[in-house]
Structure formats: structure tokens, C-alpha cells
């Protein structure tokens, strides 16, 4: 940089050596000298207004002042111990220089301050008396040991003194010319040098005043800058004399400090007021002048970035020690030493780490990141420089600074010494050269020779700084900047080198600083960076797997837990890549030729092998979430690979599977917990399969929606894409897949996550939650070998367990069981709102498995543990606690729930299993489980009713409508269907219940269809000619007893019956005669009765044809219906006991609604519009590189047509995501109130919403959306496009199909009321249980259905973004506020608060060159707010995007749901609006009344 420049070494040399031949008095005896200084200086002295008053001073010509200064140069060379004298003539001098001054002191001799610039330069050279050694002493400031401590001090202070003055002349003076300053610099860099240039030793002036002496020089040299800028011989002596200075620990501190106060202003006018700014100290903030110009600044701060040369050269002691100072100590040394062995050079690692650090800030400052930032999760700054300018800067150090001590450092080491060796001669280095590299062979000594204190090794925490400073740099690449392969190359063969691991497999410094600042290396489409892989993997390898992390050295201050983040995040970036380059090579950069060519496909064993161990032994919650994240990836892709890659067949696996013939089955063994077993071949184990009753199992492929292939007449695209895989890829991985194939994956997560979620996470809310929410993401999974075991080694244990997936799947419920038990059995202070929402998102996760694996239920054990733990939550016991107990039915148990919330969860999992499993998606698709039929529906099959004028009030009309539980509407019809021909009793049923809308017709049989379809209908029967002969009657006399009665010898029982004579005894004649009578009146009757009837034509002589009788088509089938079914028990409920009075007041079993209010209809439509499960919506955006503006972003998914220039892989993703819908005819959530959860539409009003779009991607809502669905939840997919805002506008100024529910006197069925029985009962619904001592358990009871307060919140209205970004850096700028108005659902009208920006959820997705996805997630701060899958970071494959999205999108909004007080799940609003109803509508009617009204005709 100035090689054409001139150095002032000489003259600065020259001054300091020369410096005592100034003074005449140096011509006589020493003792003459002093006398004359002592009496002049003492005179001079007095008149300076220190101890008496100042006064105008007697020397007015040039003559006597140079006499006097000629007296005062001798002074200030006296020996030490002439302390005052000194002192008096520092102080002279000091006061003379405020001739520089604006306003000089009156002490000021004239001739000094009418010259001041000449005299002061002579005053500043005399100066060099002070700081140079004296004549007969060598050095005696630092090595005379007959000076004292105190002398020391004392010497100091006015070491002080002078520099204080100079500093302060140089910052108020107006007069200096460029001369006065150059001298003032090159004095500053002679002290320096006689202070600073010999070797450190401690407590001397030099050690005492370093601090001081460096920052008056930059100081002093900052000034210099502003007011006369050094000249380029200046800048190169700075340079030069800098380099003999770096053996003290101060210079690197100073420079480090003066380079952050230049780079703070250089940023400023650089990148402008909205750069972050620097953060320095208040004292540094001072350090630059208030002139300096932004040119000054610019040429100063790069002058003084390069003054200390290559901090590289600070690991060489050969070149730090090479100056005469350094050599005259080896002299002079006792038994003789080198140069290098002195021991103020042991503090070289430690100048050398803080140069490394003082380089690292400054790239932080270019960075705009913080000083104390680990690199992992900050946000640069957009306007940041590009990657190569920092380079260009910085590169040279860097790259040299990381290879310290690596095996290229060491070969370079040897070539430069084998060349040297044969010159020796050709290259001898004068010790005041500057900048000194390694390259040069006096740095090329026996690095034996060296203490142990610096050896190489000993410079490590520098190189980790370099070496973690370039992964920052390169870490910062925008989408799209280009890096020189230059750089490239020297940064992946740096970390190649600093990524070696040792056989003791330790973590040193670099390691962890490799891995604390690369978090985002593998992100950022790096040319080349997967050369890297292998050796990332191995260092995750020592850092994540084992609990305790083993260091090289304990002196390591890095914190473990962000260590093993920062290792979890490049994790997640490399776990998709085996599958997805598959075969492809990795070239090693060290050797052309390679003995083994390592593929992609190989690492996939030892990626699994880190996953999983690091999940056993991490302790930290968010570190526990994030691997729970990355494992559902890695089993999600797995199994979609498969699907996709391999087909249906199991020929690249090697895989046996059971066929017609019964073959043998082939299995695996192998212990993806072990990290050796990616080394272990697979072995063969013959054993049967162990099956739950050997059902198959029928789940959801891939948990992407293929459920609707189940449903008949629904025929839906899978949700999943495939690409073509080579052939050689299928025959590598014959060898592979054993270990870690998607069967293998999926057991072992489960059975891991099931341990540990018992074991370890029970009391971590949020480690529980992603627990619980990827055992849910496992259940979806449809795993293609279903007979295969794997054996699990559980070290804890010291168990081996050999499983399939079904006995996996059955542990896993057993499991989650057993986990809300031990959660419910806790004892009440423990028992609070987040362990009650782990217990509901445990019911959720067990919903989930039966779901996708009904064959459980078939399970007498699995029935038994799920159905006890139902009755667990519902009840708060379970009536068997141990198997040998009695068991305690339900009417004997108190109603004491862990919580209602808890109570809900519960019953919704029972009526899962009841209606649900097996069932589940149902004729009607999976975007409805209720009946598609209303009242309106049925009456158009009804022949009774002229399809034109169905209206819902007529059709409401012919029903009549019951409440049964106080919470299921019951709707009869007792009119016959129209395709019934057969005349039976028939009644139609509409049950509106809790959980849905259901429809049944039912008939009244006394046989079997199979028995009772055939009859005979002929007109004459056939029957046989009847006999017309009259028989004969016989005459016979009528006997009471038998012929031989009177022959029997009477009893006493015999005279028990009175005769006749003794009854007119008693009872007198009279009534005898009577009864006599009426006998003979009887005959009579009779005989006439007979005579008639053989003379009548119904006589057997005159018999007719029989006919048979019109059949009746009049039932009363409702009543017949009630009756059968019970509901006209009218017994009464005991008040008294907890368990029958669960309706308040008590209910009977049966109450009449009046459907004559016009109202009725109204009210019944919106409780059909309250779905039975949850719905949410997430809205897709589009992102061009650089748009920032919500019309701009709106603008690239157009209504008409598709805007050009789109990613083709985000169609791709869309179609991942949910199953496209018309609008028309969906009866599920449609993304907008107004519309959702109607019946399907006619034909005719299809046509009037409207022409058809022809836009693919035309997802806006307005005709098609996209749709997914399970059992418990509904999510729509918008693409919004300018109709939205539109749309928007118009229904928020009409309000939504059901505002009026929430103008009306009733409850709000979307919010939770407060009660009206005062504050002891508006708790939330989380501690619902009076726990107080002494008193009763107090039932759960619900707030009541009339509100009188206003209501609360009843959800967060929370909005889910899924963006698709082309420039990562995009996000920063996301228009979120803005794109809030084309977001609106129509139930926002519902609540008291509009959606914020600041609740709203982001997934952020960006595609990589690789075609790989990269995920941001941007969202509220909050304790429950980020659920898995999908993690901040996380690097995804295009076959799992749509389904991993979907899953964090639904636990997104569970969560938020859990973490909301007052939330009603779905079947909990039905049931209050269904009680809403009852107190509108009911009929207070009283038994008879209610069997009358049974017998009265509908219309």
C-alpha cells in the first residue's frame, strides 16, 4: 500500500537517540548541570501560578528564551531520582504550550507565543528527554530493579501530565501548521516506541502507560486526520511501528476500538439512516472529530484497518519476536534463550483471539447484527452489503486466520521451510519491516523449540473466531447474489479443515463455532456447499447425540443449549436431502480419485441415527420441539417417497410380503436408536406376525386426503406428487432402506415418543403439545408394510422389543391412555389451564389413531383402556380402578370432571368412536358428517307436497318436533317416503344433536324383510265349498257332579259349602227366589239367541265368501316410535342426586316444540349453520422478488387469468394442499360464512353465480376453493385475488347470514356468557370444581344460554398466511396490515376486535435452486403459538409441502384454541344453541297433553 513510499523510522530513531545532544549542558559535568537546572527551573517555576499567583513571564527575546528551553531540555534527561526537578520542568513546558492555545496562559513568554508553532515543535522534541533511556543506563525504565515501585509511579504521572497536554493542545488549537503536527505524530510514535517497542513486563512504565500512550496516539492521529491529513510516509511509519507493538495486548485493543468508532460513521453515510446503526460505547461514540468528512472517514478507516498488517502473523513468535529489543533481552539472558522464548509472548493467543473478534465485529457491523448475537435466528439487514464486498475486505485474514493449525497450514509450513533451508542467506528480514506473512522463512523456526504456551494449538479460540466470522459472512447470501467461486472454494476447504474430528471425538472451539454460526449454510443454494455434508454430519454427530457434550477444554464459554440449537437447525436444513439427490455422488475436495464414492441415499441411516438419539437425551423445550418437527418430517417424507417413488410394489426393498399362498414373511432387525447400526447388516428373523385379530388396516395414504378413495361415488385426487426415480437409485437402495425405511421410521418414532412423552415431557406444556401433535401426524400416516417387526433396544431397560406396526399402534393408544390418566390423577394444586389442554389435545390425539386405525376398537384390551379413559374424563373416575374391583356404575358415581373442557374432549372422542370409526368419511364425503337432508329435502320425495311450493315453513310444518336430553332436537315424520310402497308404519327422523345433523326412516316389521316381501294378493283365495247339513244337537241332562259323588263318604271340607236350604236360612227366601228367577230369565235369552241364529243369513248353513280388509295406511308412527324407544317413560328425576341432575331445572325425557313461530325456521337454519367441527381458513399469497405493496402481491394470482412468470412449483404445492371445490355445490366450510355448510345447490342456481373461470389457480372463494377435512376440523385454502376486497365491502355492509342471533335477547352461540348467579360462578372453564374442605363436590355446571352481561371474546380472530416467496428476503417487507382487508371470513362481525397484524400467523415458503423448500414462520410472541410440524428454518421436499403445511395450519389454530379461556368447541355450541331453541319454543305441556298432542295430524 505505500511499498513506493519513504519511511520516517530513521528520523524517529534519530530524535530518540539524539535527543539529550540538544542541551549545551551536556558539555559539562553532570553535577554542574544539574545545579544550574535546579536554580533556573525552580525560578521559572513560581511564576506559573501553581503554588502562588501567575505572572507575566521576564523573558521577552528569542535569545533568552532558548537559553531557557536549552536548560530545561537538560532537565527533563536528569535521572530519575530528580523527581521534582523534572516535575518543575513538565510543568513549564506545559504551560508553555497553551501558546497554541486561543487564549495562552499570561505565564507565556512573548517570543513563544508570537512564534508558537516553532517553539512548540522544539518543546515536543525536548520531550523525548522524558520517555528515552538516560546515558549509562540500559532501558531503565524497564529493566533497572534498584527503581522503585513509587519511582515507577511517579515517572508516570508525568508521563501523564505530557500526554494530557499534547492530547489537549492538538483537540483547541487553531494555529498548528502541518509541520507542528507531523512533529507531534512522529513524537507520539517515538514514546510509543520507547515505551512499547521492548518486551512486556509487568508493573513497568511501559506496562502502566500502554493503555494510555496507544490512545493518544490514534487519538491525536483521528485529529491529524481532520485538520492536516498524514502523509503517506506518515501512514507507512504507523504501520511499520504498529508492527513491533503486537506483542501488547493494547494495541489490538485500541485498534480494535478506533476501527468500530470509524466503521460506525462509515456505515452511516454508506447505507444511509435506515441501516441499524452501530451500537458503541458512549467514550468510543467521541473518538472521532466532529469535521470529519465522509471521504476522511472512508480513506481513514481503511488506513487504519490495515495499520497492524496480517493479525496471522500474532501465531508466530519467530516474527513478533524479531526486533533488537527482543534480541538484546536473548543476550543479555541469564542461560541464554532465543527471542520467541520470552514470556510476555505467551499473551499472543490472546491478541490473536482479540484481533479475530475486533475482524468479526466489524463484519457484524456490515452484517447489522448484533454484537452479542450466536448467529443463529437474528435478521440481517436488507440493505446489508453483498457477500463478496465484506470478502474483498476481509478475505485474506480470514481465510489464512481459519487454516491455523490445520493440515494445510502445516504442509505450507513445511514447503516454505524446505525452500528457505536451500537460501538461507537470500532473505534477512530488518526488524522494522510491517507486515510480515507466514511465507517468510524466519517464521519457519523448529516450532519445537517453542514453549508449550504457544503452540499452535493454543491459537485455536482465534481461529474459531475467523473461521465462525466467515460462516456468518457467507450466511448472510441474499436469494440470488453470486459469490466468487473463489471464495467459495477457500471457505468449503477451510471448513473442511476446522470440520476433522479427532479420535478422542471431542468438541473443540472451532467446531462449536462452525456450528453456532452456520445454521443457515445448507439454505441458501450455495454452490456446492453438499461437499460439506459428510462432514457436518460427523460433527453433529459428536454434538447431538450424547447428553454430555465432551469438550476439549472446559475453558469453552459457549452456551450447550444454543450449541445444540444451532446443530438441530442445520439438522433440519440436511435431513431431506438423501432422498432428495438420491444416488448422486459427493465428491471429496481433498483427493480427485476417492477408494468409495460416498451417495446422498448413504447418509440417511447416520441422519436418523442424530435425530434420534439427539431426541432421547435433549433436555431443552424448544430445542425437544424443533426435533419433533424434524422427525415427523423425516417419517412424512419417508413414507411418501415410497408411495410416490416406489410405487406399490416392494421390489427395490427386497421385501417378502404375504400372498394368496401364504409365503413367508421376511423382517428386518435393526435399531435406529443405536448410532451404529448403519454399520450392522440386516439379519433375517423367522417369527410370525403379530396382529391385532389380523385386521388390515385402512388409513389415510399419507394423511393427504386419500380417505375420500374410501367413499363411494367420491372419487378426489391423492395429495401427493411424484417424480421419476432413476434405475440406479432403486437398486441402490436395496441396502439401504432396511434401517431406516418408512416402516422402520415409523415405529420407532412412536415407540420413542410414546417413552418419552411418559417418562420426561408430561409436565412441559408446549414439549407435550408437539408431542401429542406429531404422534397425531404418525396416525395419518399409511405405513405399506403392515406384517414386518423391527426390534427396539431400549438402553433404559435393557430391554429388546419386538413390534409391528399394529402392536405399535396399540401401545401408542395404551400409551397417550395412560398419560391422561397419570395428567388427571395429579393432585389439584397442580391442576391448571395448560395441563388441562394437554389433556384435551391427548383426547384429540386418540381420536386421531382410532380414526386411521379402526381395527384397534376390534381390540377387547385397546377397547377396554380407551373407553375407561373416557369415562375418566367425563365423570373424573373410572368405576373399575383395578381389575379385581367391583365396578361402580354410573348412576352410583359423582359427576366430578377434571374440568369441562376436559368433559367436552371426552364426550367428543366417545361419540367418535360411537359414530365415527370404521364410518368415517360417510356417503356424503368428508366435507360433511351430517345428514345432507333437511325438512325441505324430505318433503320433495313426499308425495303429499308439490315440489314447487316447498318452502322451509310449509316443510317444517309437516313435522313435528321434540327435545329430548335437553340438547337433540327431534324431528318426525310420519308421512311414508315417496319410493315406499310398502304400507308400514314409516317415520322419518331428523335428529339434531350436539354432534351433527342425522337422518332415519324407520319401519315397524313384525318379520324380517326377507320373510314378510313376499305375499299373496289373488282375488278369490280358493277357499273349499263350506258344508251346509245341520248336525244334530243331543239332548242331555247337565250334571254338576260325577254319577258316584253320593258313594263318597263326606268330609268336614265338604260341609264347608253351604247348601240351599242353609242359604235361605241366612239369607231368607226372598232372595233365593231372585236369584231363581234371573236363572229361568237367562234360559230363556238363550234359547231365543239360538233360534235366531239358525234362521239368520250369517248361519253356517248360509255362510259367505270371507274378505279380507282394507289394509290401513293411518298410523300414528311417531307414537309408536316415542313409545318403542322410551321417550314416554315419564318417570321423574331425584333432584338429589348429582347424577340425575344434569338438566337445570330437571327435564322430562320428552318436551314439545311449537314450529307455528315464524321464527322457528330461522333459528333451526342457524343451528344447522353451526358445523360440528372446527373450521379454519389460511390464505394463500404469492410474491414476486422486490414486491412489497399488497396490490402488487394481489395482482399476480389475477380472477380472469393466471399472472405470467409463476413458479410452476407453487400450482404444484396448491394442489397439495386440499381438494378443489365448487363453491355451489360444497356443504362444508367454504372459507366465508355466508355460504358455508348449505345444502347443495340446484342446477338453476349454479347458473346464476355466475361464468366459470378458467384460471387453474382461481382459488379466491368466489367459485372454487380449496378444501380438506378429517372428523374433528374443516380448513379452506383462499388464493385471494382483488374479488375478495370486493366481496368483502359488500357483506361487511349487509352483515352475515346469522348477525341477527347476535342482535337478538338470546345467547350468543359463538361466545361463552357469564352466568347471573354472581362472580363464584363465572370461572373459566378450566378449574370448574368447587375444591374447598368440608363441602360436597359441586357438579361442573355450564354458564347459562341468556347472557345479561356483554359477551366475551369466544376466539381469537386469528388469521393463518401461507406465502410463497421468490426472494427470501421478501419477508421483512411482507404487506401484512395491508393484505388483512382481503381476509375476511364474514365472522368477524361475530366478535368485539378485528383481526391485528400482530395475532396473525405466517408460514413463509421459499424455493430453493435445489427445488427444495425453505420455511420462515413469522407469528404472535406467546407461549403456545408455534406448533409443528413445520419448524422456523426447516428445509422441506415438494412431495411433503401441502401436507406439512396443512398439519402446522390445523395445530396452529387447536393451540390458539387450547390457550383461549373462553373457547366452545363446536358440539359444545350446538348443545347451547339447541337449549336456546327449547326456552324460545318449548310447550309447557302436561302428560295427558302430551299424549293428546301425539294423536293430532301433522298440516
Known sequence: MYSEWASLSAQITANSCGAQCFSVLNKFPASAGREVVVSVVKQLGTNLGITQNAEPSHLVKDEEVKWCMDVICFGLSLPLQEHETIKDCVNVYCEWLTALHPQPRISVPKPICEDANLYARQIINHFHNLFVPRQGEILPFLYQTTLGADTIKRQAVLCHRVLRTLQQTAQISQVMDRQTWETLLLFLL??????????????DVGDQLCERVLSVLFEVWLLACVRSFPSPSMWKTLQESCAMWRHRVALVDQWNRVNLALTARLLEFCYGPAFPQLKNADEDGQLIPAGMSNDCVAQTWYRFLRMIGNPTALCSPHIISKSSHFVQWALTHEKGAETHQHPCLQQLPQIFLNAMKGISSQVDAFLALPLTSMGAGTELAVARPKCNSILHVFHEWLFEAAHIGGDTWRQNRKKQACEASKRPSSMIMEHRKGSISLSQPNSLNDPQSLPPTLTIDKYESGRAEAIGTLCKIFCAKKTGEEILPVYLARFYMALQQCLKITESRECDETLASILLHSSDLFRLDLDGINVLLPGFIAALEIVLPDKDLKLKTQSLTFNRTELRRSAINILLSIMVLPLHYQSLPIRDLTSETSEKIITFIQLKSRLMNILMNALQVETDAQNTHMLLGGLLLCVQDAVTFEETELGGGNASTAHLSHNSSGGAVQHHEANLLSSACSERSASLVSAGTASLGGQTTATMGAGSGSIRDTASGHDYPSLTISDDMSFEFGQ???????????????????YLVCHRLISSWKTDLNVSLAALELLSGLARLHIRETDTLVKIYEASQNLTIISSDALECKRAVKWICDYICYQCSRPPPAHSKDLHSTIVAAFQCTAAWLMQHPYLLQDKDCLQTVLEVVELGISGTKSQTKGGDIPKFKDEKELKPASMRVRDAAENLLTIILEQVGYFPSECGPESISSLLDEVALMKHCNSMAPATSSSEQAIAKFKYFVTENSTILALLEEPLGNDQDPQPTVTLLIRGPFGRHAWTMQLRHLPRSKSGIKYHAINPGRPIPMNDISQRPECEQKNFPDGVDKVQPCVADYSIPTIEQMREQYGAGTIRDLEAMMENQSIHEKLAWAEADTSADSLSHAQECVPPAVCHEFHAARLFLSHFGFLGFETRNPHNPAESLGTPPQRPLIVLDTKSTAFAADLDRLDKL?????????VFYVKSGQTSAQQIIGNLTEEQQSPGLDPHFATMLQTLGWPVQVADHSGWTGFAHNSWSLKGTPEEQLRTGSVSNDPLNFNGSQKVLYWADVCSEIAFVVPTAWNLRHNSDSSDGGSISSADQVSGTSNVWTRGDGDTGLAKTKSRNLSLELSAGKEPVPPTRRKGNVTKPTLLAQAPAKIFLVWLESYEDYLNFPLEDLLAYTRTGEELHTLQLP?????????????????????????????????????????????????????????????????????PPHVRRRLKVQDIVQKYKMDLSEAELLAHLFQRAI
Open 1396 to 1464: 391485528r397484524a400482530a395475532d396473525c400467523h405466517v408460514i413463509f415458503v421459499h424455493s430453493l435452486l435445489s427445488g427444495l423448500l425453505r420455511v420462515k414462520l413469522q407469528g404472535p410472541p406467546g407461549r403456545m403459538s408455534f406448533a409443528t410440524p413445520l419448524v422456523d428454518g426447516m428445509v422441506l421436499s415438494r412431495r411433503v409441502v401441502g401436507n406439512l403445511v396443512r398439519q402446522t395450519a390445523l395445530n396452529i389454530s387447536r393451540r390458539r384454541r387450547l390457550d383461549n379461556d373462553n373457547y366452545q
Open 732 to 750: 441402490e437402495l436395496e441396502g439401504v432402506l432396511p434401517y431406516d425405511n418408512a416402516h422402520a421410521l415409523f415405529v420407532r418414532a412412536t
Open 1171 to 1179: 358445523s360440528a367441527r372446527t373450521h379454519d381458513t389460511v390464505y
Open 190 to 203: 517515538a514514546i510509543n516506541e520507547i515505551l512499547l517497542a521492548p518486551p512486556t513486563v509487568k508493573d
